[in-house]
Antibody, heavy 115, light 112 residues
Framework: EVQLLESGGGLVQPGGSLRLSCAAS????????MTWVRQAPGKGLEWVST????????YYADSVKGRFTISRDNSANTLYLQMNSLRVDDTAIYYC????????WGQGTLVTVSS | DIVMTQSPLSLPVTLGQPASISCRSS???????????LNWFQQRPGQSPRRLIYEVSNRESGVPDRFSGSGSDTDFTLKISRVEAEDVGVYYCMQGTQWPRTFGQGTKVEIK
């Protein structure tokens, strides 16, 4: 059974940093592209970043480029999102998803950016 | 960027009646490999999104056959043949053909 478990969310001040983790199980992690998608309170879904499986290609939304860094540890079956220079509009639930077209989703972790 | 436009944004339906959601893309979603990477997701209240349909018309395992997807190029539709109470939620289309990945605004399905 595929499982994706996010952690690391919390309350942070504007300009601060946070690192999210996604622990994966139930599939061959190293081969799977992995993605972060976020959802601001009461709003729709927004793609954030993807890390490819077989290569080391990374992709970012313009809204986070230069501030967020996606990475993965295939030995630990874990995906990360390092978020720096956080802004109030980064407040959202952050979901970890699998594959190029998001076939499985985690339960999400809430990031609140507020002073 | 490819803009995904859904309609309607709100869809009140009667139990047992059909429902249909439209999704239009600003550019063709035909990938260079010949496939069309158009997906539909369901998000029930308080839950994470769940993929229902991939590549326009392929149902995920466990998705009831009352859900169907169709379309081509830039025009796509999700249909529910007979709405049940558990279908309440927000439905999103998403294109996986080009970067950045983009979602529609979401269609809220509720029971009349």
């Amino acid at each position: 059974e595929v499982q994706l478990l996010e952690s690391g969310g919390g309350l942070v001040q504007p300009g601060g940093s946070l690192r999210l983790s996604c622990a994966a199980s139930g599939f061959t992690f190293r081969r799977s592209p992995m993605t972060w998608v976020r959802q601001a309170p009461g709003k729709g879904l927004e793609w954030v970043s993807t890390f490819s499986g077989s290569t080391s290609n990374t992709y970012y939304a313009d809204s986070v480029k230069g501030r967020f860094t996606i990475s993965r540890d295939n030995s630990a079956n874990t995906l990360y999102l390092q978020m720096n220079s956080l802004r109030v509009d980064d407040t959202a639930i952050y979901y970890c998803t699998k594959d190029w077209n998001f076939d499985y989703w985690g339960q999400g972790t809430l990031v609140t950016v507020s002073s | 960027d490819i803009v995904m436009t859904q309609s309607p944004l709100s869809l009140p339906v009667t139990l047992g009646q059909p429902a249909s959601i439209s999704c239009r893309s600003s550019q063709s979603l035909v990938h260079s490999d010949g496939n069309i990477y158009l997906n539909w997701f369901q998000q029930r209240p308080g839950q994470s999104p769940r993929r229902l349909i991939y590549e326009v018309s392929n149902r995920e395992s466990g998705v009831p056959d009352r859900f169907s997807g169709s379309g081509s190029d830039t025009d796509f539709t999700l249909k529910i043949s007979r709405v049940e109470a558990e279908d309440v939620g927000v439905y999103y289309c998403m294109q996986g053909t080009q970067w950045p990945r983009t979602f529609g605004q979401g269609t809220k399905v509720e029971i009349k």
